[in-house]
């Protein structure tokens, strides 16, 4: 169903309730409840967030058992879960957490001052409840588990400073950019062991991903080599395989295969070569070629700007990522590859303001598999991407009273783009937790509603007056915070 379906059927809910008020009947309450499952099916989650308050009635329909449970698997995979972590919650609970990422809208806020300030935000990074940042004096990294509380202090002892660094659920990894290659230290922070260090020559800032004990080093731009660190048996492969314009990569520990996507732009549609690989070892299992529809538009692959660390993601299966266009800055290119599938699509966002090029180093956070976050310092806000809708908005970012040092102008970068990175915010984070970094602190967002811990040091949210600059919808505010259902 298109928006223009879902105008005519609130239009068309208001005209019946209007007549109901009247004392005339209300068709959808007299509705059999197999057709009301199948209705259902057409509307996303705010529509049925906002049908319940329509009236007690609506709201005893719309939040009853059997229309919960018949949208409760699209919703746990839009927010990238399995079925069976939904065994004991409540399915309405699921769908205020994804309508929350989706608008910007947290059911909780904190802030966390940093008394040591990491001296660039490629310091600061999160990832299962854990969030970690290195110190100043670059001889420690700090590693806060949100879960417990509990601090974690891990050492770098090799002789060059540590420029960023990479969190899984299982391995911390420390990584030093030089001239000559990049070095990498990996730490188990379960066991607060020391796991080991390699040496990655010839490949200046590295994409680095992890699967399970695996570390797949992709180059930064272009054409290069990859790379797989085995962390257990501490041994790296390298593919023979010279990449040209390696866009997207899946990587399955599990079946020991990486898929990799690599496109030539010259022709139309583009070609784009497939490849599965073992994991272990970089043999070549299978190779195809095929075009990819560009839905009718043309692209240079030189006008795509693809971001840093924060490109790529994986939920299970999929693996997404998503690039800019230098030409166009109302429209982002979105690309998915479904592993159990075996399918690559491509998702036009487009937003109805134009978004800079140059907005926190052109950084993206993935934090569901359609759901992308970005902060626009000239906007003041936390642009979303949305492949599920094709669209992309913007929500104001509102300051904490404790971030005195980050006021509106220093929102506002000048017209040249190497704006100092300590004057930027920062998102990053993941379904459950959002984290926007300045340089006075850290705002933790949290989105899951059985997920709400009292954060060591962290202290309550106090929103900074907005001066009337931002009309907000407290409606749909309520409605996210109602327990009902």
């Given amino acids: 169903m298109n928006k223009g379906h879902y105008s005519k059927m609130e239009n068309y809910c208001e005209e019946r309730v209007a007549v109901a008020g009247r004392g005339k009947h209300d068709i959808v309450s007299s509705l059999p409840l197999e057709l009301l499952v199948h209705v259902v099916d057409f509307l996303d989650h705010i529509d049925i967030i906002q049908s319940q308050r329509v009236s007690k009635r609506w709201r005893s329909i719309f939040s009853s058992d059997a229309i919960l449970k018949s949208i409760l698997p699209r919703t746990l995979a839009a927010l990238g879960l399995e079925t069976t972590n939904a065994a004991s919650g ?32 490629d310091r600061i990074a999160y990832y299962s409840r854990r969030l970690c940042w290195i110190m100043p004096d670059d001889e420690n990294v700090v590693l806060l588990n949100l879960e417990t509380g509990e601090k974690s202090i891990f050492r770098n002892d090799i002789e060059l400073p540590v420029d960023r660094i990479q969190l899984s659920d299982r391995y911390l990894l420390l990584i030093s950019d030089g001239c000559g290659g990049s070095a990498i230290v990996a730490w188990n922070v379960h066991t607060a062991q020391k796991v080991g260090t ?9 994409v680095l991903t992890i699967a399970e004990d695996k570390v797949i080093i992709t180059p930064r731009r272009d054409r290069g080599h990859i790379s797989v660190w085995d962390l257990q048996s501490n041994q790296v492969y390298e593919f023979r395989n010279y990449f040209i314009d390696l866009y997207l990569w899946h990587a399955d520990a599990g079946e020991n295969q990486l898929v990799t996507f690599d496109f030539n732009w010259y022709p139309y549609p583009p070609k784009v070569c497939q490849a599965r690989w073992t994991l272990t070892g970089g043999e070549l299992l299978h190779e195809k070629q095929f075009r990819l529809s560009l839905e009718g ?29 230098e030409s166009d800055p109302h429209t982002t290119m979105n690309l998915r590859y479904d592993h159990s599938a075996d399918r690559l699509s491509l998702r036009w966002l487009v937003s109805s303001e134009p978004i800079p090029e140059h907005s926190s180093w052109d950084r993206f956070t993935s934090v569901a598999p359609h759901i992308v976050y970005r902060c626009v310092q000239q906007l003041k806000g936390i642009a979303i991407y949305n492949a599920a809708t094709g669209t992309t908005t913007v929500h104001p970012y509102q300051l904490d009273i404790r971030e005195r040092n980050l006021t509106g102008a220093d929102l506002l970068p000048p017209s040249h783009p190497s704006l100092e990175p300590e004057s930027y915010l920062r998102c990053f984070g993941d379904r459950e937790v959002i984290c926007v970094a300045s340089k006075d602190g850290i705002q933790l967002w949290f989105f899951s509603p059985g997920f709400m811990p009292n954060v060591p040091d962290a202290e309550p949210f106090h929103a900074m007056e907005d001066r009337g600059r931002f009309k907000k919808n407290m409606e749909l505010d309520n409605a996210l915070q109602s327990p009902s259902g």
């Fill in 90 to 121: 409540n399915p309405m609970s699921y769908v205020r957490w994804l309508v929350g990422l989706e608008l910007a809208r947290p059911v909780k806020k904190v802030f966390l001052p940093l008394s040591t300030k990491p001296s660039m935000f």
């Fill in 198 to 206: 390699q040496e990655i020559y010839s490949t200046l800032f590295p």
């Fill in 297 to 325: 538009r043309r692209v240079n692959g030189a006008d795509l700007l693809r971001t840093w660390n924060d490109w790529y993601h994986t939920y299970g299966k999929e693996s997404i990522t998503q690039f800019l266009l």
